[in-house]
Nanobody
Framework: VHLVESGGGLVQAGGSLRLSCAAS????????MGWFRQAPGKEREFVAA????????SYGDSVQGRLTISRDNAKNMVYLQMNSLKSDDTAVYYC?????????????????WGQGTQVTVSS
């Protein structure tokens, strides 16, 4: 299984970024997908998750209303649209897959992880 994130970079506060995650080697349409982030010296934090269809989603409290998760099962892709970015959003962002699982915030529920993409928000 491979999960490859892309789309990170440097953006000014208030700006937007769209992260992408390409999945291979798993039955993507049977997997819930999640985005997590980790800032230096902090624990990995739940950002967003989507069930297999995209019809059910969940968000972390700190990103609710600003970030949107979506997926394209035909392309084995999951996305994270990030708007109104703040300096506190600076972190490495990880894509994760939870095969046959439901939407969850628990890090331990996700079997597969990408290598991460850096997002830096300058104030």
């Amino acid at each position: 299984v491979h999960l490859v994130e892309s789309g990170g970079g440097l953006v000014q506060a208030g700006g937007s970024l769209r992260l992408s995650c390409a999945a291979s080697g798993l039955t993507f349409s049977s997997s819930s997908m999640g985005w997590f982030r980790q800032a230096p010296g902090k624990e990995r934090e739940f950002v967003a998750a989507s069930d297999w269809s995209g019809s059910r989603t969940s968000y972390g409290d700190s990103v609710q209303g600003r970030l949107t998760i979506s997926r394209d099962n035909a392309k084995n892709m999951v996305y994270l649209q990030m708007n109104s970015l703040k300096s506190d959003d600076t972190a490495v962002y990880y894509c994760a897959a939870n095969y046959l699982g439901g939407v969850t915030k628990r890090v331990s529920a996700y079997e597969y992880w990408g290598q991460g993409t850096q997002v830096t928000v300058s104030s």
